[in-house]
């Protein structure tokens, strides 16, 4: 997956949700601000998401966005979690 070449403010953490766009439904996505950035979507999971994150942004920014990790509910009460 490429990185698209946008202005985004990274004083604001992106937003990580699973998508239900036909094309990338269930998949992670991440939006960041402003709203007119192209949302990057297709991870199977936190990790994955993590690690683009890094690759792209460096541990640092990772930790100052995320300082807990990322974290989603999963089906019975069950929680994914990466640090």
């Known amino acids: 997956m490429e990185f698209i070449d946008i202005d985004i403010d990274i004083s604001i953490p992106p937003t990580i949700y699973r998508t239900d766009n036909p094309a990338h439904y269930g998949k992670l996505a991440i939006d ?5 950035s192209p949302t ?5 999971n936190l990790q994955q998401v993590k ?5 792209k942004f460096g541990e640092e920014q990772y930790q100052q966005w995320f300082p807990s990790g990322l974290a989603e509910n999963l089906p019975d ?3 994914s979690y990466v640090n």
């Open 32 to 36: 960041f601000m402003p709203e007119t």
């Open 77 to 79: 009460s069950q929680v």
């Open 51 to 55: 690690e683009w994150l890094v690759n």
């Open 40 to 44: 990057i979507a297709s991870f199977d």
